[in-house]
């Protein structure tokens, strides 16, 4: 059959357009490599096990690892400014928290704005802190620990993560309400924070449910009270410290952040793929079993939560005048 040329052009047209429909078809299939999950403390903490149990689910659902990569220091800014400098594909993100909300606040001469730099992508889960103390500690209620306190203020050493991080800042509000002088001890990480507590070098650290829930069943530690104003559903008898600090709230949050101007289909497939996993009833387990509340919603629901969190813990920040270590 003999075609017409204008037939012929047609053809022609589209076999030359077909590299460009390819390469653009490829452009849209993510991820094409392994992505690294950029967290800014170090192992065994509440962010470290935030982004271990989304990244695994990731994983399985998007074929490439999802790599978990530890950057501890300058209370998650290390990190964050990591993440804020690489290329805008989806193949680096950051696990973000309450810390970089109050970061904004604690330090002046930031080379980046989170709320600027950092795309919102998904929240992951809430959390309650903990006020925990070594079982061998003279106080088995919050009120018999403020009276020892009060009474001992150069014996009570309160352990943290980094200066202004959600460890310390759940703490430094509870000695603002609580009318305490607790010195402050910060450690790189809630972990080395939490194992110290253990050994009887500090008295106390607010450290987040999932970093401290096995040493608490283990018996290691001992909790006098939760920081949200609702019971935690992993330790029910665990009373609110509201009921002894009227007016006192605090809760850690984890998400998914991005370097800005990363496309919108790999944030919203990131995003769709982050509200599966905590609609999954084995992750909601998992969670669940940390104390974790999930916070599916949209890339703006997590936007919000930071927006808030910015001005609430800047607020603390200013009237205890915390300056970073």
């Known amino acids: 059959m003999k075609l017409s040329r204008r037939r012929f052009q047609q053809l022609m047209a589209g076999v030359l357009a077909l590299p460009a429909v390819s390469r653009a078809a490829r452009a849209q299939v993510y991820p094409q490599r392994p992505v690294h999950i950029m967290v800014g403390y ?20 998007l074929g ?12 998650g800014n290390i990190a964050t400014e990591a993440v804020v400098r690489a290329p805008a594909d989806g193949h680096t993100l950051l696990l973000s928290s309450l810390a970089n909300a109050t970061n904004a606040t604690l330090y002046d001469k930031l080379d980046f704005n989170f709320i600027r730099d950092i795309a919102p992508v998904g929240g992951i889960f809430r959390v309650p802190n903990v006020m925990l103390v070594n079982p061998a500690f ?47 001890v910060p450690y790189r990480g809630e972990a080395p924070a939490l194992i110290d507590l253990i050994a009887g070098q ?4 607010f450290g987040s449910l999932p970093a401290s829930i096995q040493h608490l069943r283990a018996g290691k530690l001992r909790a006098l009270g939760v920081t949200t104003t609702t019971r935690a559903e992993a330790l029910p008898d665990v009373p609110v410290l509201a009921d002894f600090v009227p007016g006192y709230e605090a809760s850690t949050w984890y998400g998914i952040g991005a370097p800005k101007n990363t496309p919108a289909h790999v944030i919203l497939r990131l995003n769709s793929e982050i509200n599966a996993g905590l609609g999954d009833p084995v992750l909601r387990t998992r969670l669940a079993e940390l104390g974790g509340i999930a916070i599916a919603g949209s890339p703006g629901d997590l936007g919000k939560i930071v927006a808030e969190d910015t001005e609430k813990w800047g607020k603390v920040i200013l009237a205890a005048n915390i300056k970073p270590e």
């Not at 170090?42 to 659902?61: C, K, T, V, Y």
């Open 64 to 75: 490439q690892p999802f790599v978990i990569e530890n950057r501890p220091g300058a209370a």
């Open 42 to 61: 170090a192992p065994g903490g509440g962010n470290d096990i935030a982004a271990r149990l989304i990244g695994q689910w990731l994983s399985e659902r």
């Open 202 to 205: 500090v008295q106390v650290v």
């Open 138 to 184: 003279p106080a088995n209620t919050v009120p018999e620990f403020i009276a020892y306190a009060k009474a001992n203020p150069d014996k009570v050493n309160m352990g943290s993560g980094p200066t202004g991080g959600p460890v310390h800042m759940t703490g430094a509000l509870f000695n603002m309400m609580s009318g305490l002088k607790m010195q402050h």
